[in-house]
Antibody, heavy 122, light 111 residues
Framework: EVQLVESGGGLVQPGGSLRLSCAASGFTFSTYWMHWVRQVPGKGLMWVSRISSDGITTAYADSVKGRFTVSRGNAKNTLNLQMNSPRAEDTAVYYC???????????????WGQGTMVTVSS | QSALTQPASVSGSPGQSITISCTGTSSDVGGYDFVSWYQQHPGKAPKVMIYDVNNRPSGVSNRFSGSKSGNSASLSISGLQAEDEADYYCSSYTDTSTLVVFGGGTKLTVL
């Protein structure tokens, strides 16, 4: 069964740092591009970041560029999101999501993880 | 404010059909056939229902269909069932630095 499980969420102070992880199983992780999408509870979805299957190509939403860093460990089937200098407006549920086909830079996601909640507050 | 515009809510009775619209620009919906639709039940992760405008992933009911005209896309659901009650989000590739944009979501109520 294809599965994505996020972890690392919690309470973080503005200006602090937090590292989210996404453990992948049930598929050949190293062949899939991966994304992070976030959702403020009760609100809509917002794309955050993308990383290529080999980890070389990355992209970020303007609102997180320069503060967040996406990475992956293909040997450990893990996707990461390093959140530096978070702001109150970064408070959201963070989902990792896989593109649908291997070696493909698609823009639709299947499946998604269950999400991990990040709260930025002093 | 979301990049793509959706109605906040739609409703229908069991067995009826509904359509949810999604309006963007020539930089996203109008310029590329990379529109997808997601269903999200409360407390759950989104699930893709339509990709590349009008394609259904394996396992998704054929009651769900998608289309596009100009800068607007639509999701149609026929034969409404109670289990269809959820939030629906459209999404599109965009040729801006954002890469992927979402609509604000539409709450579907099955009366």
């Amino acid at each position: 069964e294809v599965q994505l499980v996020e972890s690392g969420g919690g309470l973080v102070q503005p200006g602090g740092s937090l590292r989210l992880s996404c453990a992948a199983s049930g598929f050949t992780f190293s062949t899939y591009w991966m994304h992070w999408v976030r959702q403020v509870p009760g609100k809509g979805l917002m794309w955050v970041s993308r990383i290529s299957s080999d980890g070389i190509t990355t992209a970020y939403a303007d609102s997180v560029k320069g503060r967040f860093t996406v990475s992956r460990g293909n040997a450990k089937n893990t996707l990461n999101l390093q959140m530096n200098s978070p702001r109150a407006e970064d408070t959201a549920v963070y989902y990792c999501a896989r593109v649908a086909s291997p070696y493909s830079n698609y823009y639709w996601f299947d499946p998604w993880g269950q999400g991990t909640m990040v709260t930025v507050s002093s | 404010q979301s990049a793509l515009t959706q109605p906040a809510s739609v409703s229908g009775s069991p067995g009826q059909s509904i359509t949810i619209s999604c309006t963007g620009t020539s930089s996203d919906v109008g310029g590329y056939d990379f529109v997808s639709w997601y269903q999200q039940h409360p407390g759950k992760a989104p699930k893709v229902m339509i990709y590349d405008v009008n394609n259904r992933p394996s396992g998704v009911s054929n009651r769900f269909s998608g289309s596009k005209s100009g800068n607007s896309a639509s999701l149609s659901i026929s034969g409404l069932q109670a289990e269809d009650e959820a939030d629906y989000y459209c999404s599109s590739y965009t040729d801006t630095s954002t890469l992927v944009v979402f609509g604000g979501g539409t709450k579907l109520t099955v009366l």
